[in-house]
């Protein structure tokens, strides 16, 4: 087995129970293996539901930026598990959860598999990823365009918001630079 890291951006999603709380227990239990290493954290934001049933409560969104050892399937075997821990019921396609964890790039790797697309197939459409991911990392680029341009033109973008003690550049500075 080969012991060469990989970056990878995981986002999180929660609109069920203690969101916030889920969210920061979720990253802890994300990079609670030695083949992960987080690299740096986005803030917070809220996001109106996109998709899925009517009248779903909010989302709290966030993205992290891990290197692992890790193969892709391996990660998103862990990012279930994950999800599990947190209770993740799979009732409705993009109902409400109390949990959710999407790889949205790994390395530079793409595959059409589907049970593992990567990039992951609607991060470009979606602010709740693009945003926070923006934040953490102002010069990320995603499928050769800029991650904050893609943010600004997604449909979901007037919707969002910070949550409680965002602070942009703090957080981010806090976080430290992705390489
Ligand atoms: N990049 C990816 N990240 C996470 N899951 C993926 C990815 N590509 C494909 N999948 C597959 O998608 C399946 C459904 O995932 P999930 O239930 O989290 O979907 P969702 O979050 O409701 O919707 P969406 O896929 O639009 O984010 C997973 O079981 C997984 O095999
Ligand atoms: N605001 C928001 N909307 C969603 C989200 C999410 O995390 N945030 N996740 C979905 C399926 O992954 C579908 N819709």
Redesign the pocket.
Known sequence: MSSRFTKAILALGSNLGERNDTLSTAVADLVDRPEIRLLGVSPVVQTKAVGGPVGQPDFLNMVIAIETTLAPLEL?QH??DVEQMHHRV?EV??GPRTL?V???VYGELTSDD?????????AAERAFVLYPWALLDPAARLNGESVAELATKAEDFPGLRPFDGFDGSGSVAAAGAVE
């Open positions: 998103l990012c279930h799979r396609r993009w959710d999407d790889i949205i589907e049970t593992l697309t990567l990039p992951h197939p609607r």
